[in-house]
Nanobody
Framework: QVQLVESGGGLVQAGGSLRLSCAAS????????MGWYRQAPGKQRELVAT????????FAHYSVKGRFTISRDNAKNTVYLQMNSLKPEDTAVYYC????????WGQGTLVTVSS
């Protein structure tokens, strides 16, 4: 059974940083391209960043380029999202999944950025 467990969210002031983690189980993690997605209140879920099995990264959302970093540790079956210089518009529930999406969504982790 596939399980994705996100953690690391919280309340932070604008300009602050957070590091999100997503632990995967039940999959051969190392062969999957992974992505971080987010869903802001009242909006559709959107792709934020992706990382291939080999570690090549891409930022699907222009607003996070230069502020967010995606990485992975295949030995720990974990993908990370380092978020710096956070803005109120980054407020959302953040999820991880494969890229493209193929697994059941986890519960996500809430990031709230205050101005």
């Amino acid at each position: 059974q596939v399980q994705l467990v996100e953690s690391g969210g919280g309340l932070v002031q604008a300009g602050g940083s957070l590091r999100l983690s997503c632990a995967a189980s039940g999959i051969i993690f190392s062969i999957n391209a992974m992505g971080w997605y987010r869903q802001a209140p009242g909006k559709q879920r959107e792709l934020v960043a992706t990382i291939t099995s080999g570690g090549r990264t891409n930022f699907a959302h222009y607003s996070v380029k230069g502020r967010f970093t995606i990485s992975r540790d295949n030995a720990k079956n974990t993908v990370y999202l380092q978020m710096n210089s956070l803005k109120p518009e980054d407020t959302a529930v953040y999820y991880c999944n494969a890229d493209p999406v193929r697994f059941t969504w986890g519960q996500g982790t809430l990031v709230t950025v205050s101005s």
